[in-house]
């Protein structure tokens, strides 16, 4: 049997080493000591299961044929080792930054790069192994740790070539951040475990999928690692979290997707947020999450015409005024139609302004009435295309405080969405 230990008072790099040599050396049990710094193990408190870690006592040390030591190559910092230590017969292979320590062996491999997980990484870009994208983040935590995100002085181009090879595979900068900065603090691990307690999966299309809605009070942080240690223990493709923050009334959207058929970044895009594919978000104001999880189940299901598409909800054919018209013609079209304003188009129809009873307001003279409209109107249009969603209108207005916005296909007018189409549709809260 292998084992592979590390020093007690683990850290990142102690534990990231420990999981990298698993890799080089399958088949090894991988042993932590009992005695690990805090923010392992609030680390570990979420991610335990994904890595099989053993602990001294479980280990029958007769049956123990070779043992790896990562991050140390001290007796004295290993725990539970010691019967390991006057045995003749065993083999010792030491991985290890330091140049301190008093473990005899032929097999050392020790340099004194930032951290010891560089030399492993480099062994396992060396012989071609595949690493997840949450081995690339605990690696990269354990690099970054050691080497002050590549501040110390130890750091040598090694450690920031690791770097570079686990951002390539993926490494989560996000996450590890937050673990680096800050452990968890009790709102998120209290969230946590209500959303693994209420948590369910739907199936669509082949895909495993999870929502969670959550009611919070007052600012979380980190909302995002929550999600992302959600999405991971309860093992699903894409994973979403709706948090509503009951006393400002808005909620925040994450998602997060392992999976390319799942676009993150596009889903929250069309709800009006950002990101790329495998995460992103949206903050939407006054909106009911059981709205968003309609809308995001619809998206995902490639059902979004069904109720998002804006050509389905909007009003056409839309009354315009050409840019070239008199004023008192668009007053005149205004007052018949009962409206606040209306669209200016050029020769071509093509959008050029729009003309509303506030930019009468602008006119001082009666003769005034009759410039042309182009004269008067505000070219500041907020336009949106036909294909966008709904939600994604309603945040056009609300940012730019328009009542109306024209509907764009190929730079056409095909029809204009106005406020009440966009709050009746899909908002609880009318604004006044
Ligand atoms: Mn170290």
Excluded at 198 to 225: H, P, T, V
Excluded at 273 to 293: F, Q, R, Y
Excluded at 365 to 370: A, C, E, L, T, W
Aim: hydrophobic letters at 40%.
């Amino acid at each position: 049997m292998i084992i592979i230990t590390t020093h007690k008072g683990s850290d990142f790099d102690a534990l990231a080493s420990l999981v990298a040599a698993s890799l080089l050396y399958p088949g090894a049990k991988t042993v932590l000591p009992t005695s690990i710094n805090p923010n392992l193990k609030d680390f570990l408190a979420i991610h335990k299961d994904l890595f099989k870690l053993y602990s001294p006592n479980d280990i029958i040390f007769e049956h123990v044929k070779t043992l790896v030591v990562v991050d140390t190559h001290s007796w004295d910092r290993l725990e539970g080792m010691e019967l390991l230590k006057d045995r003749q017969d065993l083999e010792i292979i030491v991985w290890d930054h330091h140049s301190e320590g008093d473990i005899e062996t032929l097999q050392k491999n020790i340099k004194g790069t930032g951290a010891t997980i560089t030399l492993l990484v480099k062994e396992i870009e060396k012989q071609r192994k595949l690493i997840t994208p949450i081995q690339a983040t605990l690696f990269l935590m354990g690099l970054y740790e050691d080497t002050g995100n590549l501040t110390f002085p130890s750091t040598l181009p090694e450690d920031a070539y690791a770097a570079g090879f686990l951002l390539d595979r993926k490494a989560d900068l996000q996450i590890l951040s937050t673990f680096l900065r800050q452990a968890y603090e009790k709102k998120q691990k209290d969230l946590l475990f209500q959303m693994i307690q209420e948590a369910e999966r739907i199936d669509i299309g082949g895909f495993s999928i999870s929502i969670a809605k959550m009611e919070i009070k007052g600012r979380i942080q980190n909302l995002a690692m929550v999600l992302q240690m959600y999405r991971e223990i309860i093992n699903v493709d894409a994973a979403f979290g709706i948090f509503k923050d009951v006393e400002q009334n808005k909620c925040m959207v994450i998602g997060r997707s392992s999976i390319d058929e799942i676009n993150i970044g596009l889903l929250m895009r069309s709800i009006g947020g950002g990101g790329h594919p495998g995460a992103g978000s949206a903050l939407l104001k006054a909106v009911n999450p059981d709205t968003i999880e309609e809308m995001l189940l619809e998206l995902i299901s490639g059902n979004q015409h069904s109720s998002v598409m804006l050509s389905d909800i909007m009003s056409y054919p839309v009354v315009t005024i050409n840019e070239d018209a008199k004023i008192e013609e668009a007053a005149m079209i205004l007052r018949d139609l009962g409206c606040s304003g209306m669209p200016v188009v050029d020769k071509e129809g093509h959008i050029t302004g729009v003309i509303s009873r506030r930019d009468f307001k602008k006119l001082r003279k009666s003769k005034h009435m009759q410039s042309p409209v182009k004269a008067f109107m505000s070219r500041n249009v907020v336009t949106i295309s036909h294909d966008k969603s709904i939600i994604e209108a309603a945040r056009l207005m609300i940012k730019h405080d328009v009542g109306r916005i024209p509907v764009l296909e190929k730079d056409k007018i095909v029809g204009i969405i106005t406020r009440s189409d966009a709050m009746t549709y899909f908002y609880d809260l009318l604004p006044d």
